[in-house]
């Protein structure tokens, strides 16, 4: 059950207790839930990239359950329109007048599968949503519930059909996680369970509890965004981003809203490992999942195979790290 009113475990604890809940339902992706915690406390969305069977789905479902959170799911298809995700109004003959029938984003965990089979204009209609915690419907401001958390996914290998994010798009979310295949060892339990008939998907049979109230989720966030920074660690995001911005393969570097993602990210990181005071290490380990999507190559690194990722490790080789 959630913690009690008023208590409220270590931000380590905490973690423990997350990671232990969503994993009766997942198995492995370690770095994937660690990333989305981080996000979680860090205030932002992510964009969840891997191809399918990879449990993105239930990552999500399990992580809402375990946080007590309302989970909602859109599948992203090419005729959704706007109106499917942000609700429209209805008139009713018997009152004579327009009632307000909100969408599926009304929620606090939403699920947006497939977010790049959709057209532009939808896409747009979301992320606006997600940048501005509120919708715009027959010209009144609607607030979405606080602590609004969008978890996107997308297919890295399968593109017909599909609508591309442009860059301005996907700076909105805070980290693009990518969701690999799993060990020998966790894809053995993985078969193990389903032998005994277990199914990932009844999240009530797996036993995933809430183990966190809003409260604690709320006080969690506040303990990342108070986490220490030595003057040294905020020059060494700066040097990074402004690094980024001199890579002869990046045809376009970070924006200074990346700099300011990687330093939230990174707090939230070690307030997650329960340290006292922001270190080199966290900035590293993050700095892939919040840069990856933000860097763009020139044609020329692109013909020759080079990823974002490559950019990234760049980066951190050749930026000198504080004592």
């Not at 307000?100 to 532009?120: K, M, Q, S």
């Not at 393969?249 to 707090?267: H, I, Q, T, W």
Request: charged letters at 25%; aromatic letters at 4%.
């Amino acid at each position: 059950m959630p913690d009690a009113p008023g208590s409220s475990p270590s931000t380590a604890d905490a973690a423990a207790r997350l990671t232990a809940e969503i994993a009766k339902a997942v198995v492995g992706q370690r770095d994937a839930v660690e990333q989305l915690l981080c996000a979680l406390l860090a205030g932002g969305h992510v964009l969840l990239e891997g191809v399918p069977g990879l449990a993105k789905t239930l990552l999500a479902k399990a992580l809402a359950r375990a946080l007590d959170l309302r989970f909602g799911r859109i599948q992203f298809t090419p005729d959704l329109m706007p109106a499917d995700i942000l609700g429209t109004s209805v008139y009713r003959a018997a009152t004579a007048e327009f009632e307000l029938r909100r969408g599926p984003i009304f929620t606090e965990v939403l699920l947006a599968d497939e977010v790049n089979r959709t057209p532009p204009k939808t896409q747009a209609a979301l992320l606006e949503a997600m940048e501005e915690r509120q919708v715009t419907l027959d010209g009144t401001r609607e607030p979405l519930p606080a602590g609004f958390f969008v978890v996107a996914t997308q297919n890295p290998v399968e593109y017909e059909g599909t609508y591309p994010l442009p860059e301005a798009q996907t700076d909105r979310f805070l980290l693009k996680v990518k969701v690999d295949y799993p060990s020998a060892s966790d894809e053995a339990e993985l078969l193990r369970r389903a032998a005994d008939g277990f199914d990932g998907h009844d999240l009530e049979r797996a036993g995933v509890r809430p183990v966190l109230d809003r409260a604690s989720l709320d006080e969690l966030r506040k303990r990342a965004r108070a986490v220490p920074v030595a003057p040294p660690l905020l020059d060494y995001v700066a040097r990074l981003v402004r690094a980024s911005r001199e890579l002869p393969r990046a045809r376009l570097g970070a924006s200074p809203r990346a700099g300011m993602a990687l330093l939230a990210v990174s707090r939230a990181r070690a307030a997650l490992g329960g340290a006292g005071w922001l270190s080199p290490d966290d900035v590293k380990v993050v700095a892939p999942a919040v840069l990856r999507h933000r860097l763009v190559l020139r044609p020329e690194a692109e013909l020759e195979g080079a990823t974002p990722d490559d950019l990234v490790a760049e980066l951190l080789e050749t930026v000198e790290v504080p004592r």
